[in-house]
């Protein structure tokens, strides 16, 4: 869960929402679960149960990029990432060979314009994920449920 500073507030909590969800249907589906939301934020417990996850995503907050290696689903917000100058990226860091699938929480929906990414440019970083045989789910203010990826 990438928990970026220049976030609005309300884009993060959907960030740490949304990985509560998948992190909770995961475990209820067996599966084994991790989770990584930065430099600054506490380690992922090292025996996932229901309690000890929402005690862990509770207590999360604004911290640095989380490390991306081995990841199967990223959760950020639309923010611009400061290495790519401009340009938008899908999770091109070197090492990152396992992200199947996306869920770019709209900092536009949350906010309106700002320093993040445009709707135009939201919708081109969808199309790029989607091009790399990835799965992407864009979630805004008024999420549907039930959202998939």
Known sequence: MSLDAGAPPET????VSAGASLLLYALGDGR?????AGPD???????PTRDSILTWCAGLRASGPPATGEVSVEVRPSTRRPETAGGITVSEEPGVT????VVLVSCHEF???????????????????????RRVARLGAEVAEPWRI
């Open 12 to 15: 993060r909590e959907m960030v």
């Open 32 to 36: 084994e679960v991790r989770g990584d």
């Open 41 to 47: 934020n506490a380690p992922f417990p090292d025996e």
């Open 98 to 101: 396992e992200v199947h699938a």
């Open 111 to 133: 906010a309106g314009p700002g320093p993040w990414m445009s709707p135009g440019e939201e919708r081109e970083f969808v199309q790029g994920v989607e091009a790399r045989g």
